[in-house]
């Protein structure tokens, strides 16, 4: 069915069918929430869990993976069990809000365009990512499906402060799986946000994960996920049945 749609550009213009809208996170301490446009993620930004995959961290340059913007979940919620795997893993990971437009950003500007950070999981196919890896080819299958970028509500920089002291941790069923800090991060979020903005033009909407800690492991349906980042809204996960 042909739709007629509003659009800022072009009133009652058709589509063959209707445009998704964008997902949103909740801010704290805000009415309004985050719309999500783009989702990047950095990979291997942890070394001891680099070494847990079997693999080096490479220290020239931080790498990325995306995410589709239907990807995000809202924390508490419950997501089936995904097809297509038999080792579905959690990763927990510090998230970074953009808040302003920057390109080609320096330190200070990267800094200036964060708008906040949340707790977040990057559920991720497992079999099917080693799979790929081994043959050289994307990671899409076993990184961006639906409902695999879990976020929980974003907190404003200021409130948060420098990043680096803060604590970040992973449980299942109550047994903590993932405990570290972030000051164990390869890549810092202002170095991310910098070397990113040299390849994209970043904007609000733009969620970056920047990487797990060691202790990642496959969950199976009924588990329950709570991960935490000091000064942050925990995350909280249930897995349901197979889809």
């Known amino acids: ?26 801010v704290d301490g805000e009415d309004a929430t985050y719309p999500v446009h783009r989702i990047f993620c950095v990979g291997r930004n942890y070394a001891e869990h680099a070494k847990e995959m079997g693999v080096e961290v ?22 089936p069990y995904p097809s297509g795997t038999s080792n579905y893993h959690y990763e927990m990971e510090l998230v970074i809000a953009i808040g302003k437009p920057v390109f080609k950003a320096s ?22 990512q080693l799979e790929a890896r081994a043959k050289q080819r994307p990671w899409d299958l076993g990184k961006n499906f639906e409902k695999s970028a879990v976020i929980a509500s974003i907190a404003k920089s200021a409130t948060v402060g420098e990043i680096g002291p803060q604590r970040i941790w992973l449980s299942v069923g109550g047994i903590v799986k993932q405990d570290a800090h972030l000051a164990d991060l390869v890549w810092s979020p202002v170095e991310i946000v910098a070397h ?6 970043l904007a609000p909407g733009d969620l970056i994960y920047t990487g797990t800690p060691a202790g990642v492991g496959a969950v199976v349906t009924g588990d329950q996920i709570h991960g935490e980042i000091d000064g942050l809204t925990p995350v909280t996960l249930t897995i349901g049945g197979a889809e």
């Not at 749609?5 to 072009?10: F, G, I, R, T, Y």
């Not at 990267?110 to 196919?125: F, S, V």
């Open 107 to 128: 330190a200070d500007e990267a800094k200036a365009a964060i708008y906040g950070y949340a707790a977040g999981l990057d559920m991720t196919r497992r079999d099917l």
């Open 1 to 26: 069915m042909i739709e007629a749609v509003k659009s800022a550009n072009n009133e009652g213009v058709k589509t063959l069918f209707g445009s998704p809208s964008y997902p949103a996170v909740a």
């Open 196 to 201: 990113l903005s040299r390849f994209y033009y």
């Open 58 to 79: 490479d220290r020239e340059a931080p790498f990325y993976f995306l995410k589709d913007a239907q990807a995000i979940v809202q924390s508490g919620s419950s997501v």
